[in-house]
């Protein structure tokens, strides 16, 4: 199974450098279900591996200045705060036993596990979900309209608090975000959206506690299998249009969530 954790790590990189995003959904199922890692240390190890990964990622995308550095700042500022938050108080402060329903029980794992599912369906949508001729265009005629500060701030207070709770970098939001509401043009959107993607994935694992007492072996192992995929996924994305494969990706996302809420309430 570790050799399967391995190369299934290659495609988080990979779906990171080709459309921006949806890889790190892959990262906790990969972990918990492939390496064999508790769920509530997944989500802390996810953080390490796509903070890495898409700050590697992001290198390529700052030599074509093609990261918006206020943006980045403006939607990063309250998305680390909330991150960091997050994983210092509010993780800690979910019970162990949070319910029982018969012999059912749920408890932390479950539910961390149950809602990173549901992110991944909403993911899934958003992925599948073809995009209009001419969208693009409409889009970026929308730069000319002011920037709508707090609601870029209330979406990275969001996003922050997703990516603590479940270890995803949440690209998926972050990219239509910048695009509806920083004005960015798709490409300069990734890469902002991998930069606030590192700086608060790494900056919420630091408010981990007992960083020290972790598997280093594993997580930089399934980091360098990331990169490795990354650095291949920017590389391909010159030649390969990363919007006709978003969908596809999106269904095995949503194969992927319709499985873990299988196998938490049912299998």
Known sequence: MYILGYLASILIGLSLGIIGGGGSILTVPVLVYLLGVDPVLGTAYSLFIVGI??????????RNSSVDIRTAILFGIPSIVAVFLTRAYLI????????????????????????FAVLMLLASISMIRPTKEGEGRKLEAKTQKPTPYLLILLEGMVVGTLTGLVGAGGGFLIIPALILFGGLPMKKAIGTSLVIISAK????????????????QLLLMVTAFAIIGILAGTRFARYINGEKLKPAFGWFVLLMGLYIILKETIL
Not at 53 to 62: E, L
Not at 96 to 115: C, P
Not at 209 to 215: H, I
């Open 53 to 62: 990964t898409s700050a590697v990622g992001s290198v390529s995308y700052f």
């Open 92 to 115: 800690p402060a979910i019970p162990t036993t949070i319910a029982r329903v018969g012999s059912f029980v749920i408890d932390r794992n479950v539910l961390l596990m149950l809602l």
């Open 201 to 216: 994935s790494l900056l919420g694992f630091l408010g981990e506690k007992n960083l020290a007492s972790l598997d280093w």
